[in-house]
């Protein structure tokens, strides 16, 4: 008899850890766009996922109510829904809420409900100074910690996120995504290695308007963790990638940091290598890690970071996952797989893959000179390689 535990895994490894898809698409002129040529890139790399996990972000999805934060909630029960209404009506002006549209399939088993809350903070309620922004993380982690079977998985102004149990393309027929514009998109297909595959923990995962997808193995969100909760941010989706996001929103909204910088202190260069720098290099990496150490993120990975107006594809710095970038007229496109970008885009004027460690950074032109900036602090040749 057939072993089927080998079937598509000849080692009999049930931990198959290279997997998992991730795409990125984005107009640097600010136009938006379908989610069509996405859905179909995703589609193509089905085989890099196993039918536990999918999703897509959607940056300029929600034109009509552009100043509001979208608050998209999974619910378990209704009940689980009028506790958090109460809770969100408490400390919220809701301009607008409704159930998100879904398109039902027999592949999709047992979603939650879910539904999006457009809403402004009450500021008056609060007896200190503290932004908009952090008043929304504050009840955002409230209602993930606190009220049972609910689940605030995005939460940005003008964008969305989009996730369930499920192929990318079943997600994608779930949501209706066809029916969506926007100017970044981002998708994920997810293989769950050291976590189970459930509709919170599927990819992206987002904080305001930062969202990621991840290919590969945070092995030292133990260490990340715990320096993120000293800032007052709480894990609870039972996933590594949790941290990244979690990590990007502190150092760039809230330390200021650039976003190239941000993408060195995740994989900065061993200390041998420092040590041989010139002394600017040098002092420059030397605070980065003695700042920032816990935060570096060991382990195999490859992430796409977006929040509005800014794409970043990113990966260790020995590359243990795969990275593409390519770049047709206004659109800069990044993913697991060369394949999916020319199935999209076949007449491609430039294709490369990244040098580990040094991120690929698409901006609207509106705020920058470059369409995309290669590289961090080196500046990259279109073929990837240092200068």
Known sequence: MKDLSKVNNPYGDDKVISQCSIFGMMNTTGEVFSGKEIITAIRNMHERGNGLGGGFAIYGCYPDYPDDYCLQVMFDTRANREETEIYLKRFFHIQHSEEIPTCPTEVIKNPPDVYRYFVQPKVEELHEIISDDDIVIRRVMKINTTLDGAYVFSSGKNMGVFKGVGFPEEIADYFCLEQYDGYIWTAHGRFPTNTQGWWGGAHPFSLLDWTVVHNGEISSYGANRRFLEMYGYICTMHTDTEVVAYAIDLLARKHGLPVDT??????????????????????????????????????????????????????????????????????????????????????????????????????????????????????????????
Do not use: C
């Open 262 to 387: 941000v993408m060195d202190i995740f994989s900065p260069p061993v200390w041998e290598q420092i040590d041989r720098m010139d002394p600017d290099d040098r002092k420059y990496f030397e605070v980065l890690r003695s700042t920032y150490g816990p935060l570096l993120l060991n382990g195999p990975f490859a992430v796409i970071i977006a929040h509005h107006g800014e794409m970043v594809a990113h990966t260790d710095r020995i590359r243990l996952r795969p990275m593409v970038a390519g770049i047709k007229g206004d659109m800069v496109y990044a993913s697991s797989e060369e394949s999916a970008i020319r199935l999209v885009s076949k007449d491609l004027e430039k294709v490369w893959i990244p040098v580990g460690g040094h991120p690929v950074i698409a901006r609207l032109k509106e705020l920058a000179k470059d369409d995309v900036v290669e590289g961090g602090r080196e500046l990259l040749k279109a073929e990837g390689m240092e200068v």
